[in-house]
Nanobody, 118 residues
Framework: VQLEESGGGLVQPGGSLNLSCTAS????????LGWHRQAPGKQREMVAT?????????SYLDSVKGRFTISRDNAKNTVSLQMNSLKPEDTAVYYC???????????WGQGTQVTVSS
């Protein structure tokens, strides 16, 4: 599985960005999808995940709850992260992640830079 992120960039504090990740060859209904981030000098951390199935379950890093929303579109093979009310501490490289329901392997994208600064 190959994952390609898009949508990163420079935004002012309080602004919004929408990150998108497209999977090739595609997303299976049972795959778990997520976004992680890594700031300079820090460990990579989970930002948001969404499970598969009829009623996907989402989970979020405490510091982004109420500001970020993860969603998936299996038909379009995409997972998105809507980020609102961005803060300078959200600055990081954001990585798309897929856990295969078939192989249980972890797949990662190359990452997209998000910089929140005035």
């Amino acid at each position: 599985v190959q994952l390609e992120e898009s949508g990163g960039g420079l935004v002012q504090p309080g602004g919004s960005l929408n990150l998108s990740c497209t999977a090739s060859p595609g997303i299976l209904n049972g795959d778990t999808l997520g976004w992680h981030r890594q700031a300079p000098g820090k460990q990579r951390e989970m930002v948001a995940t969404i499970t598969g199935g009829r009623s996907p379950i989402t989970s979020y890093l405490d510091s982004v709850k109420g500001r970020f929303t993860i969603s998936r579109d299996n038909a379009k093979n995409t997972v998105s992260l809507q980020m609102n009310s961005l803060k300078p501490e959200d600055t990081a490289v954001y990585y798309c992640n897929l856990i295969s329901t078939l192989s249980e392997k972890n797949f990662w994208g190359q990452g997209t830079q998000v910089t929140v600064s005035s």
